[in-house]
């Protein structure tokens, strides 16, 4: 294929998906794919010396819908130019150099995810609300904005000016409106976009929306810096969540959107990358505007965490608790330098919602270390077929149960389930038998019988002798092992115990409630759910957990085997008898040594705010801990100051 019809190809597929995405909210690819073909474009272009008529090199976003009333913005609104390396950014910043004669201050914000809107407020009112739509005309959509909360009705500034941001769903609320819905969001972008064009204000209501307020275009009031526009919007009470700098170097730049990227996976709301902009709005007229972007802005994205692929075939795992877990196997790709083959589909009911088929090409996300998600479909394939629910365990052959939306292999020894509460049994946060690993677990299974945490506290030289891998050194180890880690903490027991959805520290906070287990067994669901940071569903899980009788002997015969408690001393220090909540990104500190520094001083780290806090550590991006302990009154401290309570240099 030579350039000219690669170029009218290029054009073709990324004006359909152009359509797709911003006139039918609609995506079939992410945004990744999107920008890897649009670069490809913008290339060619370069080498061969044009571009077509209908290129997207020359649009911003895309033609206003014929079924809302149509506006014009008083100002352009310009899409952003973008670069994917700091190397890009360099040349972005030379660029800026050779146009200004000097390195100007930038400014450092968040790239929001979302739906870019344009407000228009005359004599202090909020008058009209439309979408950026081709950038010169939007589509009015006052009613679907105004279902807005915290968005300002009115301000103080009496004359006409356009406020520009971003419309979003909170991740949060994303996840509650999910929860429900009979057809869930795929993401929270869609949901925002969806909502705010939709003809039925009330559906947009019930997403429970933001807005990001992050820029100022047209206006009567004159500002001097992108930094004095922030102060406007924070003092006229415009949500501007997120971090926001002045950057009087490269370095300095850069540092903000390592740092950022570093929070991300943190953040109640999607974010793909960071924005710069020459902070003096004198110089940015200096430095003027192409067709599409100012070239006084630049948008430095972030790795992908979303890309699309084929769903190649369905397998099911099973897991300790008994569940069978839907394994989605992906034609392989790569997601933020990861390439990725596997995903999980979470339950039968989470299929049927996201109208999954083997076949169809798939969003998959990947967020820091968490697993790989399906959340959506993005192409149907007319040959797709569904996924079929089992009806036994596909490993035992026992019937399967259904509870919900979940599935449940009836087998009392299925291999899988043993294999891996054993594993989970002997790990290091739980009893921390060295020497065992799920490998052995597997191995003591098939080849002598082990088939729970019992027949491991059993075992005798006798039981191992002859074992392929256990020679005497190895045998006299592990049983060392097995007898050390009979003297151990109540919390590690619980862990170990595997009860669905108790964590180490759920573990941790039961323990030094209940003191013994015998009080924890005879503990109700609502003492239980009394306990900060366990609800109903956790609680309800300890209690019927201890309700059985079945598990109520295993736990005797356990403690029958030699299993002591040690008591746990009460560490004393700066932080005795306080509770603190971490929050945000700590500029040294990881959370996980944070909260062992609390600890070791006496302290106990909680989850959530609440009046029973003493004090809130908060870092970057601290978000609605911080407003929430804000408003109750409660101590906030910055890592400087942790650093001086522990007296650490």
Request: aromatic share 8%.
């Amino acid at each position: 294929m030579d350039s000219k019809e690669r170029m009218k190809q290029l054009v073709d597929t990324l004006n359909e998906w152009a359509r797709l995405y911003y006139e039918q909210d609609a995506p079939v690819v992410a945004d990744a794919e999107y920008d890897r073909l649009y670069d490809e474009l913008r290339q060619l272009e370069k080498t061969e010396g044009y571009s077509l008529k209908n290129s997207p090199t020359h649009r911003v976003g895309g033609a206003p819908l014929k079924k809302f009333e149509q506006s014009r913005h008083l100002r352009k609104l310009y899409s952003l130019d973008k670069c994917q390396s700091f190397a890009e950014f360099e040349d972005w910043c030379a660029r800026v150099v050779k146009a200004a004669g000097y390195m100007p201050p930038l400014t450092c914000e968040y790239k929001f995810d979302g739906l870019t809107l344009n407000l228009l407020y005359e004599g202090g009112e909020l008058v009209k609300a439309t979408t950026r739509g081709d950038g010169v005309t939007g589509e009015v959509v006052t009613a679907q904005v105004m279902t807005i909360k915290k968005l300002p009705r009115k301000i103080s500034f009496k004359g006409v000016i356009e406020i520009q941001g971003e419309g979003i769903m909170r991740l949060s609320s994303l996840a509650r409106y999910n929860a429900s819905a009979q057809e869930p969001l795929k993401n929270a972008r869609n949901g925002a976009a969806g909502a705010i064009r939709n003809l039925d204000p009330s559906v947009t209501a019930e997403r429970g929306l933001s807005f990001m307020a992050y820029n100022i275009g047209y206006s009567e009031k004159s500002f001097e810096t992108q930094a004095e526009m922030r102060r406007f919007l924070v003092d006229e009470g415009f949500e501007v969540e997120g971090a926001f700098e002045v950057a009087n170097s490269i370095s300095n730049a850069v540092d903000f959107a390592k740092s950022t990227e570093k929070a991300r996976p943190d953040l109640d709301f999607l974010i793909d990358g960071v924005v710069f902009k020459v902070d003096s709005v004198a110089l940015r007229d200096e430095i003027g505007v192409t067709e599409k972007f100012p070239k006084w802005a630049v948008a430095y994205k972030f790795k992908a965490d979303e890309m699309t692929t084929r769903l190649n075939d369905v397998v099911w795992q099973v897991s300790r608790s008994a569940k069978l877990n839907p394994i989605a196997l992906l034609e392989p790709v790569d997601i933020g330098g990861v390439t990725v083959g596997r995903a999980t589909l979470n339950n039968y009911g989470d299929i049927l919602k996201k109208k999954v088929r083997i076949g169809d090409r798939v969003f998959v996300r990947r967020s820091n270390d968490v697993i790989p998600e399906i959340v959506g479909v993005a192409v149907e394939d007319e040959n797709a077929k569904a996924i079929d629910k089992p009806s036994v365990c596909p490993v035992c052959g026992s019937p399967v149960k259904e509870v919900g939306a979940f599935l449940y292999c009836t087998g009392d020894e299925c291999a899988p389930q043993a294999v891996s509460k054993l594993d989970h049994f002997a790990s290091k946060d739980a009893m921390d038998i060295d020497g065992f690993s799920e490998k052995t677990a597997e191995q003591f299974y098939n080849e002598i019988g082990v088939k729970s945490a019992v027949d491991l506290l059993n075992l005798t030289a006798m039981d191992l002798y002859g074992l392929d891998g256990f020679g005497d050194k190895k045998i006299n180890n592990l049983l060392a092992a097995i007898e050390g880690a009979k003297h151990t903490t109540l919390d590690r027991f619980l862990f170990a115990l595997g009860i669905d959805g108790i964590g180490k520290k759920t573990a941790r906070d039961l323990a030094k409630k209940f003191k013994t287990l015998e009080s924890l067994q005879s503990a109700g669901a609502e003492e239980l759910s009394a306990v900060d940071g366990i609800g109903d569903v956790l609680a309800q899980n300890v209690h019927d957990y201890f309700a059985n009788e079945q598990n109520r002997k295993f736990v005797s015969d356990l403690l029958a085997r030699g299993i002591e408690f040690e008591q746990t001393a009460q560490k004393s220090g700066v932080f005795e008898g306080m509770k603190l909540v971490l929050t945000g990104s700590l500029p040294t500190y990881k959370r996980g040594q944070a909260t062992a520094l609390i600890e070791e001083n006496g302290g106990e780290v909680a989850s959530s705010v609440s009046k029973t806090v003493d004090i809130v550590l908060a870092g970057e991006d601290a978000g609605s801990k911080l407003e929430k302990a804000q408003k109750l009154g409660i101590k906030i401290i910055d890592e400087e100051e942790f650093k001086r309570m522990l007296a650490i240099e």
